[in-house]
């Protein structure tokens, strides 16, 4: 079945840090692509999406392409603060299936 | 404007008891959505309504878990008999028609003891 998975955490970083965060998938076809944050004390925000291969969703500085070749979708950050201290979430959808399926979440803690 | 939102935030049960937790979707949303978040993974689909319609419920884990949303609005998820396997956060999401983004609500964090 469709599955998503990402790299193991907990990730810490320095402020100003350089992040990647990966995530590969598998599927049959070629679903949409997102990811999504969840801060402290907060419920399930989208962070970005990409629908198509060699999209780049971005969004607050934070960047990922959709890899068709290697079915990945991995987030990056050029230089991350304080304040991206979260859980981040790989996910896909196909929208004949309607729900979202889940990579087990990556938690990123920055320091000062 | 007003986000999903989820009632109780918390709640606890004692085995063999039964739940209902209530999901007030975006207005106007008409896709709505319920994931179980075990401690330390993602969440994972249970069940999924298009207006008042379950269209697809094959991640409801057992007979014992029952969701409905009768006027294509409000939803309630209830447990039957709670287990503590069922120990987990739930999460309700809604969607606006023709749109992939959902939006999510708190979450309702349940133990069950």
């Known amino acids: 079945g469709d599955s998503v998975t990402q790299m193991e955490g907990p990730v810490t970083l320095s402020e100003e840090a350089f992040l990647t965060i990966n995530c590969t998938y598998t599927?049959?076809?070629?679903?949409?692509l997102f990811w999504y944050v969840q801060y402290p004390g907060e419920g399930l925000q989208l962070l970005l999406k990409a629908t198509k291969a060699d999209d780049k969703g971005s969004n607050k500085g934070f960047e990922a392409t959709y890899r068709k070749e290697t079915t990945s979708f991995h987030l990056e950050k050029g230089s991350v603060q304080v304040s991206d201290s979260a859980v981040y979430f790989c996910a896909l959808n196909f929208q004949g299936a309607q729900k979202l399926v889940f990579g087990q979440g990556t938690r990123l803690t920055i320091n000062p | 404007g007003a986000g999903v939102s989820q009632s109780p935030r918390y709640k606890v049960a004692k085995r063999g008891q039964d739940v209902a937790l209530r999901c007030d979707p975006i207005?106007?949303?008409?896709?709505l959505f319920w994931y179980q978040q075990a401690l330390g993974q993602g969440p994972e689909f249970l069940t999924y309504f298009q207006n008042e319609a379950q269209l697809d419920k094959s991640g409801l884990p057992s007979d014992r878990f029952f969701a409905e949303r009768p006027e294509g609005s409000v939803s309630t998820l209830k447990i039957q008999r709670t287990q503590q396997e069922d120990s987990a956060v739930y999460l309700c999401a809604s969607r606006p028609r023709g749109r992939l983004t959902q939006y999510f609500g708190p979450g309702t964090r349940l133990t069950v003891l």
């Open positions: 599927a049959t076809g070629y679903p949409s």
């Open positions: 207005s106007g949303h008409v896709s």
